[in-house]
Nanobody, 124 residues
Framework: QVQLVETGGGSVQAGGSLTLSCAASGDTLWSYTMGWFRQAPGNEREFVSAISWRSGNTDYADSVKGRFTISRDNAKNTMYLQMNSLKPEDTAVYYC?????????????????WGQGTQVTVSS
């Protein structure tokens, strides 16, 4: 069973950048799809991005395309989310998630492993 720990959240002004990390332990991620989701107060958890670990293929929500970049480091068993040109509407708790399948999906219910979340706050 894989355990996930996010780091890298914080507060930044609009237009700034942050990089989130998700370190995995307990299993190798070769057969996994890993994803980032976020949840703002009063909102449902929404898909941000996903990466198939073996192929490196990625998906992004339309709201973050061109601004966010998902990546992984096989040697470190760690996933990253580079967030540029941040907007106040990006403010949320960001979660990393994993599912034991190479198929990338956007439905959070299909991810069985979750980190504890990290807060990202973007001020205008």
């Amino acid at each position: 069973q894989v355990q996930l720990v996010e780091t890298g959240g914080g507060s930044v002004q609009a237009g700034g950048s942050l990089t989130l990390s998700c370190a995995a332990s307990g299993d190798t991620l070769w057969s996994y799809t890993m994803g980032w989701f976020r949840q703002a107060p009063g909102n449902e958890r929404e898909f941000v991005s996903a990466i198939s670990w073996r192929s490196g293929n990625t998906d992004y929500a339309d709201s973050v395309k061109g601004r966010f970049t998902i990546s992984r480091d096989n040697a470190k068993n760690t996933m990253y989310l580079q967030m540029n040109s941040l907007k106040p509407e990006d403010t949320a708790v960001y979660y990393c998630a994993g599912r034991r399948s190479p198929i990338r999906v956007h439905n959070s219910a299909l991810y069985g492993y979750w980190g504890q979340g990290t807060q990202v706050t973007v001020s205008s």
